[in-house]
Each structure stands twice: as structure tokens, then as C-alpha cells.
């Protein structure tokens, strides 16, 4: 069993990568969030062990890095950031059960270049965060935006 708090996120990383390779089972112990009676997370962590079957290693969106792997005891896939792995064993065991079937990627459409607006309205759409945002014209008399 290898503890990650006395290795470094690189040495894990090779370590999960290698049996990624080579379809190792690996049993990990990690942090996730607890859920309470109806399924909603609570935000408190608590300690979990799984043998997870490794298919992907990946970047999210914010910087952290995950991987998703099938879990052996319920069969569905789970993903854990490898910065809530406490420890994890890598097996000679070979996989068993089969991963869900990668996504299609689909080509966004291209970006108009003829209209600055059209522009602006496609750049918005791509950020899920801003895509109700309507730009208006600030008039010195409008107090809604006074801080």
C-alpha cells in the first residue's frame, strides 16, 4: 500500500498511468463528499475504499486532476480527484467489466468573422456561466447598478 501523503502527486500519477497500461486493478482509499437521506451532498468528506478498474486520467476544467474508473463492487463508473487519494494498492488482477462507451466529440460551429456582434453572441454561448447575459447601454440616471 502506498500513502500519497509521503509521495509526490507525480509518483502517484505514474503509478496510476502504469496500471491504466497494463489494466491493474487498483483498491483505493479516498475522501468524498457524504450524501444524506435523499441523495443531496452534504459537503462533509469522509474516507471510502474501492477497487476501481482505471480508463481514464484527466484535467478538469478548474485544474484538478481526476480519473474515472469502474467500480468493482457496484459495476457503475465513479471518478475521484487524486488529491483525495489517501492510499491505493495497484493489483495483478485484470480487468473484468466494461467501461461505458467513450462520447463523440462534435466540432463546434466556426466563429462568424464578418460581424463583431455575432461574434460576441457566439463567444458567449461557448461560456455556460454567461449565456443569458444581453448586453445594454448604461445610462448615468440608471441606479439599479449603483454599488
Not at 469502474?70 to 493489483?91: F, I, K, N, Q
Not at 460581424?115 to 456561466?129: G, I, M, S, T, V
Request: aromatic content about 8%; charged content about 30%.
Amino acid at each position: 500500500m502506498k500513502h500519497t501523503a509521503t509521495q509526490t502527486t507525480t509518483k502517484t500519477l505514474a503509478d496510476l498511468y502504469r496500471a491504466l497500461d497494463h489494466q491493474h486493478v487498483i483498491t483505493v482509499s479516498f475522501l468524498k463528499e457524504e450524501k444524506d437521506d435523499a441523495g443531496k451532498k452534504t459537503g462533509r468528506l469522509v474516507e471510502t475504499v474501492r477497487s476501481l478498474e482505471l480508463y481514464e486520467i484527466r484535467t478538469t476544467r478548474d485544474g484538478r486532476i481526476v480519473f474515472e474508473a469502474m467500480d468493482r463492487a457496484t459495476g457503475e463508473p465513479r471518478t475521484v480527484r487524486v488529491d483525495h487519494v489517501l492510499s491505493y494498492t495497484v493489483h495483478r488482477m485484470a480487468y473484468v467489466l466494461d467501461r461505458p462507451a467513450p462520447t463523440k466529440y462534435v466540432r463546434p460551429a466556426p466563429a462568424p468573422t464578418a460581424d463583431a456582434q455575432a461574434l460576441f453572441f457566439y463567444e458567449l454561448a461557448r461560456d455556460q456561466d454567461d449565456a443569458d447575459y444581453t448586453p445594454r447601454k448604461l445610462i448615468q440616471s440608471d441606479t439599479d447598478l449603483a454599488a
